[in-house]
């Protein structure tokens, strides 16, 4: 069963702006923590950023200043809000939801994720 669902990936040029989208929905906890990652070809998924239900949020030193992220609580949909876009970014981005108040942003901790959202960053 597809519990988290990303969407608004796209293509952007360099300095754009981008918001994907999480929906987490079907993830039955009510107390939880969802965070982002992203993945380029050929390199390691890399760590962005956590929010909780309770709207604590944590970031990767290297992701602060230009990655935000937030959460509709009603509706259950977390939000990665991305500016100054580099072609660096460009990279496959996923949500991992657990169903703890901790909040790390590592892959290992989570077991439930997403299929994924293609964001594609142009010079």
């Known amino acids: 069963q597809v519990q988290l669902v990303e969407s608004g990936g796209g293509s952007v040029q360099t300095g754009g702006s981008l918001r994907v989208s999480c929906d987490a929905s079907?993830?039955?906890?009510?107390?939880?923590?969802v965070a982002w990652f992203r993945q380029a070809p050929g390199r390691e998924r890399e760590g962005i950023a956590c929010?909780?239900?309770?709207?604590?949020?944590d970031y990767i030193d290297s992701m602060k200043g230009r990655f935000t992220i937030s959460k509709d609580g009603g509706k259950k949909t977390l939000y990665l809000q991305m500016d100054t876009l580099k072609p660096e970014d460009t990279a496959m981005y996923f949500c991992a939801a657990g169903s703890t108040m901790v909040c790390p942003v590592i892959a290992e901790w989570y077991t439930v994720w997403g299929q994924g959202t293609q964001v594609t960053v142009s010079s």
């Open positions: 079907r993830f039955t906890y009510s107390f939880y923590r």
């Open positions: 929010i909780t239900s309770g709207g604590v949020t």
